[in-house]
């Protein structure tokens, strides 16, 4: 795995891929670049987060191209990210999460993209079925958290659904810019990188993704979504291994931060107090519509929210 073979006019990219616990998935991810490199000069890296079920061993023996760190606890994932990228020098760097496996021409689809448009490019994610993976978002905002929470949105048609609110509501079937995408297939250029910097290691899981968006969209360098670069993406495979309620209470302290560096406390709380409205909403409406477990979801997530708990750790 890496530069034999490869034309040497194209775009060198490096690869990096972050693990924890998630042997086979990173197997599977590995051989699929194996399968369908990109056809310039590349390396691969792979940072493995203190894993305790033989993952690094298994990259050592199988891959020995690739550039192994092996950490001694478990780092996160922007700072073991940026463990590998201070490692490279490659036109064009690739965020690819372990539990996604590269579709045939997506590598060289983002790298070709990434260095012509000197934009950051997302590609699209598919779930294991083939269905839509939802990737692209917008970054939070008080007057569409709204119109969510009280179903307003609802009342729209579902195109103008899409263009309002993004995420789930949006097809991703078209090349666009947009406000930030999921780090788990992300292309970023040299020069973008080096303008915006290395990923935030204050968000140590969740959160980090939207933040460096942020500040490659404030540094001049806003993401471009390409549907024709696809994965799969499994999705939560580290982050799966964790209690639900700890996901929950994870992820929303990263957005918090978010909002509380960006838009400012008052700001932030209103935009904090609209999302658990809409949580309420639906917790007592999707039952009645025949919905439950989706209702009873919301219930956890509430719950897990309002616990009194200390810090937890990675």
Same mark, same amino acid.
């Given at each position: 795995? %890496?530069?034999? =073979?490869?034309?040497?006019?194209?775009?060198?990219?490096?690869?990096?891929?972050?693990?924890?616990?998630? *042997?086979?998935?990173? #197997?599977?991810?590995?051989?699929?670049?194996?399968?369908?490199?990109?056809?310039?000069?590349?390396?691969?890296?792979?940072?493995?987060?203190?894993?305790?079920?033989?993952?690094?061993?298994?990259?050592?023996?199988?891959?020995?191209?690739?550039?192994?760190?092996?950490?001694?606890?478990?780092?996160?994932?922007?700072?073991?990210?940026?463990? /590998?990228?201070?490692?490279?020098?490659?036109?064009?760097?690739?965020?690819?999460?372990?539990?996604?496996?590269?579709?045939?021409?997506?590598?060289?689809?983002?790298?070709?993209?990434? $260095? *012509?448009?000197?934009?950051?490019?997302?590609?699209?994610?598919?779930?294991?079925?083939?269905? +839509?993976?939802?990737?692209?978002?917008?970054?939070?905002?008080?007057?569409?958290?709204?119109?969510?929470?009280?179903?307003?949105?609802?009342?729209?048609?579902?195109?103008?659904?899409?263009?309002? &609110?993004?995420?789930?509501?949006?097809?991703?079937?078209?090349?666009?810019?947009?406000?930030?995408?999921?780090?788990?297939?992300? $292309?970023?250029?040299?020069?973008?990188?080096?303008?915006?910097?290395?990923?935030?290691?204050?968000?140590?899981?969740?959160?980090?993704?939207?933040?460096?968006?942020?500040? &490659?969209?404030?540094?001049?360098?806003?993401?471009?979504?390409?549907?024709?670069?696809?994965?799969? @993406? @499994? %999705?939560?495979?580290?982050?799966?291994?964790?209690?639900?309620?700890?996901?929950?209470? #994870?992820? @929303?302290? /990263?957005?918090? *931060?978010? +909002?509380?560096?960006?838009?400012? *406390?008052?700001? $932030?709380?209103?935009?904090?107090?609209?999302?658990?409205?809409?949580?309420?909403?639906?917790?007592?409406? &999707?039952?009645?519509? =025949?919905?439950?477990?989706?209702?009873?979801?919301?219930?956890?997530?509430?719950? /897990? &929210?309002?616990?009194?708990?200390?810090?937890?750790?990675?």
């Amino acid at each position: 795995m %890496g530069d034999v =073979g490869r034309n040497p006019r194209s775009p060198s990219a490096a690869v990096v891929i972050v693990n924890w616990n998630t *042997r086979e998935f990173l #197997r599977a991810c590995l051989r699929s670049v194996e399968s369908y490199p990109p056809s310039g000069p590349y390396r691969v890296f792979v940072v493995d987060n203190a894993s305790a079920d033989g993952s690094a061993d298994m990259v050592a023996e199988e891959f020995p191209t690739t550039t192994l760190i092996r950490n001694q606890a478990n780092l996160g994932f922007a700072r073991a990210c940026n463990q /590998a990228i201070e490692h490279t020098s490659e036109d064009v760097v690739i965020l690819l999460n372990s539990d996604a496996e590269v579709l045939e021409g997506a590598l060289d689809a983002v790298i070709d993209a990434a $260095a *012509r448009w000197c934009r950051p490019v997302a590609g699209r994610l598919l779930n294991p079925d083939g269905t +839509l993976q939802p990737s692209c978002f917008r970054f939070p905002g008080l007057g569409r958290d709204l119109i969510e929470a009280v179903y307003l949105h609802r009342l729209l048609p579902r195109s103008w659904r899409g263009r309002l &609110l993004w995420g789930g509501y949006w097809d991703h079937d078209s090349e666009c810019t947009v406000e930030w995408a999921i780090g788990a297939f992300l $292309a970023v250029p040299r020069r973008a990188l080096d303008a915006a910097g290395l990923l935030p290691e204050e968000y140590e899981l969740f959160g980090e993704d939207m933040e460096w968006c942020w500040r &490659l969209r404030e540094a001049g360098f806003p993401v471009r979504f390409l549907p024709s670069a696809e994965v799969v @993406h @499994h %999705g939560n495979r580290s982050a799966g291994l964790r209690e639900p309620a700890w996901r929950v209470r #994870r992820t @929303h302290a /990263a957005q918090d *931060r978010f +909002l509380e560096a960006h838009y400012g *406390r008052v700001h $932030a709380d209103a935009i904090r107090a609209a999302q658990r409205l809409g949580y309420r909403v639906r917790r007592r409406l &999707l039952p009645l519509i =025949g919905r439950g477990d989706d209702g009873r979801r919301y219930d956890q997530i509430l719950s /897990a &929210l309002e616990a009194d708990t200390d810090e937890e750790p990675l």
